[in-house]
T-cell receptor, first 113, second 110 residues
C-alpha cells in the first residue's frame, strides 16, 4: 500500500479482555516495528520483525504481549487480559532495510477501562 | 546512562530565531542516527538522517559528535510551522531496533 496502515484507529476495551492490533506495512518493506507511546513521551520499542522472523522482543513488557507476522507482511500485536496501564498509542512502523528510514502508521489508540 | 537523552523543553523562541537541540546517546558503536518530527497527536515523520559528516537541508542542519556521543539539530530562521516535538533516534544497543528519545518540544511564537 501507499503507507503503513493500522487498525483499528481507536480501541476501547474492558479490563481483562484480549485485544488484537493490526499493522499492514508498506509493500515490500522487510522490517516491521511495534512501538508504544505515552502522551508526552517518545515511542518505546516493543518488538520487531525481519520478514516473518521476530528478531527482538525484548521490549515487550510481559508475557501478556505477543506479536506475529506469519507471512512476512501483515503483523498483529496481541495483548491478553488487558490492564488499565496498557492504555497508550500503539504505533507500527516499517522500513525497506537496515539504515533506511522508518515510516509510521497513524497508530491505534488503546483505552482500557 | 540512558540510551538516548533529550532535553524535553519546551523551547519557546520567536519567529526568525535560531535554535539548537542536542541529543546524547550511550552506544558508542552506533552508526546511523535520525531526527524525527512529531506534531501533536500525529505519527513521527523523518526530518533528517545524520551520518558521520552531518548534513544540511535548507534551514536545518544535523551534526554528529562521536567523541562526546551526541547529535545536534540546528534550525535557522524559525517558522511558526516548525512548532513540534523533535525526536532523536539511535540504533538500539546491540540490536537492529531503533531507540527514540523522549523528544524536545519547540514552540515558535509570532
Amino acid at each position: 500500500g501507499a503507507g503503513v496502515s493500522q487498525s483499528p484507529r481507536y480501541k476501547v476495551t474492558k479490563r481483562g479482555q484480549d485485544v488484537a492490533l493490526r499493522c499492514d506495512p508498506i509493500s515490500g518493506h522487510v522490517s516491521l516495528y511495534w512501538y508504544r507511546q505515552a502522551l508526552g513521551q517518545g515511542p518505546e520499542f516493543l518488538t520487531y520483525f525481519n520478514y516473518e522472523a521476530q528478531q527482538d522482543k525484548s521490549g515487550l513488557p510481559n508475557d501478556r504481549f505477543s506479536a506475529e507476522r506469519p507471512e512476512g507482511s501483515i503483523s498483529t500485536l496481541t495483548i491478553q487480559r488487558t490492564e488499565q496501564r496498557d492504555s497508550a498509542m500503539y504505533r507500527c512502523a516499517s522500513r525497506a532495510g537496515p539504515n533506511e528510514k522508518l515510516f509510521f502508521g497513524s497508530g491505534t489508540q488503546l483505552s482500557v477501562l | 546512562r540512558k540510551e538516548v537523552e533529550q532535553d524535553p523543553g519546551p523551547f519557546n523562541v520567536p519567529e526568525g530565531a535560531t535554535v539548537a537541540f542536542n541529543c546524547t546517546y550511550s552506544n558508542s558503536a552506533s552508526q546511523s542516527f535520525f531526527w524525527y518530527r512529531q506534531d501533536c497527536r500525529k505519527e513521527p515523520k523523518l526530518l533528517m538522517s545524520v551520518y558521520s559528516s552531518g548534513n544540511e537541508d535548507g534551514r536545518f542542519t544535523a551534526q554528529l559528535n562521536r567523541a562526546s556521543q551526541y547529535i545536534s539539530l540546528l534550525i535557522r530562521d524559525s517558522k511558526l510551522s516548525d512548532s513540534a516535538t523533535y525526536l532523536c533516534v539511535v540504533p538500539h544497543t546491540g540490536r537492529r531496533a531503533l531507540t527514540f528519545g523522549s523528544g524536545t518540544r519547540l514552540q515558535v511564537q509570532p
